[in-house]
């Protein structure tokens, strides 16, 4: 699995847009994505295994809800899955959790990006719980994996997002507003 400190992989998706237009119907609701969309923002690209299944629409509807949070720190958040667009959409049109969802689905249906990755789950052929956190530079700050059937806290993703933007020392469970590390303070205080 790639992780901090490696480039996140080139690659060009089909995607379903974020909020309403992606509920405009096939041929409108579609719109490709690629590791140039977006140039200078931070992006915050999470992968879950399955449409129409139990964990999944918890958490992207999570995302979801902070996508105004994610924007507001110049971040973009791409949902993604080994699941075509056409699956996407037809999961979004009867999901009232995702209906109106303010992210995009990317559609990794050949599992090139998955798989570049190192996230696809040995057995299933699927992607894992994968998050990944990437600076404007196009390089991994953050990855975390979680198994099938265990969901993510998207507020935890901000939280870290949020840490590394301050390029400072942040302690343990430091969140936003708080005070990071002083190193020269600290060490002046332990000689």
């Known amino acids: 699995m790639l992780t901090v400190g490696d480039k996140f992989p080139s690659f060009a998706l089909t995607a379903v847009k974020a909020g309403p237009e992606g509920l405009a119907g096939p041929g409108k609701s579609f719109t490709e994505i690629t590791s ?45 899955s080994t699941d075509s667009e056409f699956v996407h959409l037809n999961w979004r049109v009867y999901n009232e959790d995702i209906k109106n969802l303010e992210i995009p689905m990317l559609a990794d249906v050949k599992r090139e990006l998955s798989e570049a990755l190192g996230i696809l789950h040995k057995e299933e052929g699927v992607a894992l719980r994968a998050t990944f956190i990437v600076d404007p530079d196009g390089t991994i700050q953050w990855a975390s994996v979680n198994g099938l059937n265990v969901g993510r806290n998207p507020q935890e993703v901000l939280r870290v997002l949020d840490a590394l933007q301050t390029d400072e020392l942040c302690p343990c469970n430091w969140n936003k507003g708080q005070e990071a590390l002083d190193a020269q303070k600290l060490f002046e205080k332990a000689a």
């Open 36 to 80: 140039q969309s977006d140039a200078g923002k931070w992006k915050v690209v999470f992968f879950w295994p399955k449409d129409f299944t139990f964990i999944c629409p918890t958490e992207i509807a999570a995302f979801g809800k902070l996508a105004g949070e994610f924007a507001d720190r110049d971040t973009v958040v791409y949902g993604a």
